[in-house]
C-alpha cells in the first residue's frame, strides 16, 4: 500500500488549468482517469488525511503510486480526452458500462453499391444506418417484413446475390414483390438507392409522408378505376401502419430524444436507455455496472452520456437528451453532444408533461433491470457458496452460515415501531419463515432498545420450544405446557396463531441461525448481543450492516470489517439486509394505514364495510351517528334492529375526545366530524 504523500506533486507544480489527470501504479498501469475545470484544486482532493475521503477514493490513491496529467484549453476537450483515455486503458478504478449481452439493431448498409437490411450486432460500421437497439430480433425481422412491400430493398446476403447475378434469376422475394431486384437489373443501383433512403427515412421517424403519399395515390388510383392497383396501395397503407404500431406513440410527431433512467445502490448501477424518434420508442437498452469510484448520481449519468455517443456523430446523437441529474458541468457536456451531432443538443431534465411521465417508465425498467441481475447472481448456486464461505471468512466462522437470520426496525416518527425478520437459507430468501413484530416494551423512538426487545422474544420463543421438545433434558417442560403469546391477538404479529400442540409440523421459532445480522452498527449489534447473552445463548453470531459505506460490524470491535466491493459475501449480506428493510417498511405502513382508517364502528361484529359506509353515509358523520336513537339507526337500509343495538352499544363506550380549543381566544371550538374517528 503506497501512501499518497511520496508521490504528491510539489505545490505550484499543478496548473490551474482544465485538464486530465491519469493514476498509475507501481507497474505503470493507468488505475483512474479523471478530469477537470482546475487541475490544482481537484488533485488537491486526492493529497488530503486518508481518514477524510471515501473508501472507494481511499483505495485508490493507496493503489497508485504516481500521476500525471495533461492540460487542455477547453472543459470540451477535457470531457473528449477522458473518454479516450477511458477506452484505451481501461482503468480498474473507473465506472465502465458494458452492455450485459449484445443487443440487435436494423442495419442498412448504404456503403455497398446495392445497400442491403439486416440485423446486425457487436460494433458498428462505417457507412452502415442503424436503428434500434431492439430487445429481440424476431422484433425486427416482423417490422422489415411489413415494410418490405412498400420499400423493397435488398435483404440476402452477398452469396445469394452473386450467384442470382450470375443465373439471372431472382430469389424468391424477387418473385413475390417483397424485393426490387437489383440483382436481374430490375432496377438501376440509382432507384434502389432511393429506396433504401426512403426505408431509412420512414424508419428515422418521418412516417406522415410517406402514408400521405401512398392514400393519394390510392384515392387516384380510385377515380382512374385501376382497383386492383388502389388495392395494392391500400394493403401497402395498413402494413406501414402496422409496421409504426409495432413501436409505441409516446411524444409528439416530431420529438427526437434519448431517455436515460438510473437506478444504484452502494455497490452496482443499473442504466436504461429509451430511443425515441419521431415520437415513437424505437429501441431500448440497458447496462448495469459495479460501482468501483466514489460517483453519484451525476457521475453515473455523464458516464453513460460518454458511453453512448463517445462513437456517434449526426442524426444517431438526437437533438434531446433527457436525464434524472445533470452532469457536474452540464455545458462543456452539451457543447461536445453539439459537436458529435452538429447542431445544438438539448441536455435537461424533464420537469411536466409526457416527456416526465415516460422518464418515470424508463427509471421503473431501470430498477427492474437492477433487480432483475441481483435475482440472477443470487441464483447461481456456485455464487451463493462462495458468498456464505467469504462471510464465514470474514467474520471468523467455524462453518459457513446456512441459516441467516435478519432484523430490521421501522417506524414513522416513534409511531407504529415494528421490526422484521428475513430468514435466508443457502443463500436463499425463505418467505415462509418470515416474521414481524410490534414494539411493545416502551413507547417512543429508540431503535436500538427495539433491537433488543425484538432480539430476546425471538430468541426466547426458540429457548421455549427447545425446553417443550425436551431437548432440555435438565428441565423438562410440563406435559401439554405451551408458552403463551408474547402479544395481543388480533394485531397482526404471526405470534398469535401459534400451533397449541405438537403436530408433527416445524415450530416457527425452533430453528436457530448461525447468524444474525442486524440493519445498523456498532448500538444495534451490541444491543442484539447484549440479548442473547441475557438469555445464556453464545453459539449464534451476531454482525451488523451499516447502510453509509457497508461496513459490518462485530461485537466488541472498534473497527468493522470492510469486505471487498467485488465480495459475493459483502452482496449476499446487502440483499439480506435490504429484504429486511422492505419488509419492515411494508408492515410499518400497513399498520399506519389500518390505524388512520380505524372507526368505532370496527368494533361491531358482523359489522362489514358496506353497512359502515351506509351508517356514515345517512348521519354525515360519526359524531351525528352516535347522538341518534336505535329506531333512527334502523331506518338505514340493511340495518336491522339487533345491529342497530350493536352500534349504539359501540358507540357509546368510546371515549369522547378532548374538545378543540382557539388558543388565542380560549373557546372551545365545535367541530363537525365528516369522517371516521380513530
Not at 71 to 77: P, S
Not at 131 to 137: C, K, L, Q
Not at 378 to 397: K, V
Not at 515 to 521: E, T
Request: aromatic content about 6%.
Amino acid at each position: 500500500m503506497a501512501d499518497p504523500s511520496s508521490y504528491r506533486p510539489k505545490p505550484g507544480q499543478i496548473p490551474d488549468s482544465p485538464g486530465v489527470y491519469k493514476f498509475r501504479d507501481e507497474h505503470r498501469r493507468v488505475i483512474y482517469v479523471g478530469k477537470a475545470k482546475s487541475l490544482r484544486q481537484r488533485l488537491a482532493n486526492y493529497f488530503q488525511d486518508l481518514a477524510n475521503l471515501h473508501p472507494r477514493t481511499r483505495t485508490m490513491v493507496t493503489t497508485a503510486a504516481s500521476v500525471e496529467w495533461t492540460v487542455v484549453a477547453t472543459e470540451v476537450e477535457a470531457l473528449q480526452l477522458e473518454y479516450s483515455w477511458i477506452k484505451e486503458f481501461d482503468p480498474r478504478f473507473n465506472v465502465k458500462y458494458r452492455d450485459d449481452k449484445s443487443y440487435p439493431y436494423l442495419a442498412v448498409t448504404l456503403n455497398e453499391e446495392f445497400p442491403r437490411v439486416q440485423v446486425m450486432r457487436g460494433a458498428k460500421k462505417k457507412g452502415v444506418r442503424y436503428f434500434g437497439p431492439y430487445g429481440h430480433a424476431w422484433a425486427i425481422r416482423e417490422t422489415v417484413d411489413l415494410m418490405l412491400r412498400v420499400f423493397p430493398v435488398r435483404t440476402c446476403s452477398a452469396g445469394v446475390f452473386k450467384n442470382a447475378a450470375r443465373t439471372g434469376r431472382p430469389c424468391l422475394l424477387g418473385y413475390i414483390g417483397k424485393c426490387s431486384a437489383p440483382c436481374v437489373g430490375r432496377v438501376t443501383p440509382e432507384e434502389h438507392r432511393e429506396l433504401a433512403d426512403d426505408f431509412c427515412d420512414f424508419m428515422a421517424g418521418r412516417t406522415g409522408t410517406y402514408i400521405r403519399r401512398l392514400e393519394k395515390d390510392m384515392m387516384a388510383a380510385a377515380e382512374e378505376m385501376e382497383y386492383e392497383r388502389a388495392a395494392r396501395l391500400r394493403d401497402d397503407v395498413e402494413a406501414l401502419k402496422r409496421a409504426m404500431e409495432k413501436s409505441a406513440v409516446v411524444l409528439a410527431d416530431a420529438t427526437d430524444a434519448d431517455l436515460i433512467a438510473v437506478a444504484e445502490d452502494e455497490l452496482e448501477a443499473a442504466v436504461q436507455i429509451f430511443h425515441v424518434r419521431g415520437g415513437r420508442v424505437r429501441g431500448q437498452r440497458g447496462w448495469v455496472t459495479d460501482k468501483v469510484e466514489a460517483v453519484d448520481t451525476s457521475g453515473l449519468v455523464e458516464h453513460a452520456l460518454q458511453q453512448l455517443y463517445g462513437e456517434e456523430t449526426g442524426d444517431s446523437v438526437p437533438k434531446e437528451v433527457l436525464v434524472p441529474a445533470l452532469p457536474e458541468d452540464p455545458e462543456a457536456v452539451s457543447q461536445w453532444l453539439a459537436g458529435r451531432r452538429g447542431s445544438q443538443v438539448s441536455l435537461r431534465i424533464p420537469q411536466r408533461g409526457d416527456k416526465k411521465d415516460l422518464m418515470v417508465t424508463v427509471q421503473r425498467n431501470a430498477q427492474q433491470a437492477l433487480g432483475l441481475h441481483k435475482t440472477k447472481r443470487a441464483s447461481d448456486l456456485t455464487t451463493r457458496s462462495r458468498a456464505l464461505e467469504e462471510i464465514a471468512e470474514a467474520l471468523g466462522l467455524d462453518t459457513a452460515p446456512l441459516r441467516i437470520e435478519c432484523f430490521d426496525i421501522s417506524h414513522l416518527q416513534g409511531d407504529d415501531v415494528v421490526a422484521s425478520m428475513v430468514v435466508f437459507e443457502d443463500g436463499l430468501a425463505r418467505k415462509s419463515e418470515y416474521r414481524r413484530f410490534q414494539i411493545k416494551g416502551f413507547e417512543g423512538q429508540d431503535d436500538v432498545r427495539s433491537m433488543h426487545e425484538v432480539i430476546g422474544r425471538r430468541f426466547r420463543r426458540y429457548l421455549q420450544e427447545k425446553e417443550r421438545t425436551g431437548e432440555w433434558e435438565e428441565s423438562p417442560a410440563p406435559s401439554g405446557a405451551v408458552p403463551a403469546p408474547e402479544t395481543a391477538a388480533g394485531d397482526g404479529d404471526p405470534f398469535d396463531n401459534e400451533p397449541r400442540e405438537d403436530d408433527g409440523r416445524p415450530k416457527r421459532f425452533a430453528y436457530p441461525p448461525q447468524l444474525v445480522v442486524v440493519d445498523g452498527g456498532q448500538p444495534q449489534v451490541a444491543a442484539a448481543k447484549r440479548a442473547l447473552d441475557e438469555l445464556g445463548i453464545d453459539d449464534i453470531a451476531v454482525c451488523g450492516l451499516a447502510k453509509r459505506l457497508e461496513e459490518v460490524w462485530l461485537p466488541d470491535d472498534d473497527d468493522p470489517v470492510v469486505l471487498p466491493r467485488s465480495s459475493e459475501g459483502l452482496y449476499l449480506l446487502q440483499r439480506v439486509r435490504d429484504e429486511a428493510h422492505r419488509f419492515a417498511i411494508t408492515y410499518q405502513r400497513a399498520k399506519r394505514a389500518k390505524r388512520i382508517r380505524s372507526s368505532p364502528l370496527d368494533a361491531v361484529s358482523g359489522l362489514g364495510e358496506t353497512r359502515k359506509q351506509a351508517l356514515i353515509k345517512h348521519f354525515g358523520s360519526v359524531k351525528k351517528l352516535k347522538q341518534a336513537t336505535i329506531d333512527e339507526i334502523c331506518e338505514v337500509p340493511g340495518i336491522g334492529r339487533r345491529t342497530a343495538e350493536s352500534v349504539a352499544v359501540a358507540l357509546a363506550s368510546t371515549t369522547p375526545a378532548a374538545p378543540a380549543v382557539n388558543t388565542a381566544t380560549g373557546e372551545i371550538i365545535e367541530e363537525d366530524d365528516g369522517g371516521s374517528t380513530s
